[in-house]
């Protein structure tokens, strides 16, 4: 059997799982359609799953960058201070 590939949105992938939800289908065709519903169904987790790790990943890049602005403010309040006292 030949395996083809296109490209879908996650959208567009969802839709063709639910539609397979009420499509009118004979005994002959029961076992094919589950198999192409669990295909569909494994490739909507999967996507799934790989854009809650990206939103993860972002999230810690952006607590990293936060915790490097709040540390070089500090850094820079405690300069000025020590300038403030050497003066005084």
């Known amino acids: 059997m030949d395996i083809f590939s296109i490209d879908l949105t996650i959208q567009e ?3 063709l799982r639910q539609s397979l939800d ?3 289908i004979t005994g002959k065709d029961a076992k094919f359609v589950g198999g192409l519903q669990y295909k569909l169904e494994t490739e909507l987790q999967a996507i799934q799953n790989l854009i809650a790790e990206r939103q993860a990943e972002e999230q810690a890049q952006k607590a990293a960058e936060l915790q ?3 540390a070089a403010e500090a850094k820079k309040k405690k ?3 020590s300038k403030q006292e050497s003066q005084a």
Do not use: D, H
Request: hydrophobic share 65%; charged share 15%; proline share 0%.
């Open 13 to 15: 992938i969802n839709l």
């Open 22 to 24: 009420v499509i009118t």
């Open 68 to 70: 490097k602005a709040i």
């Open 79 to 81: 300069l000025e201070a």
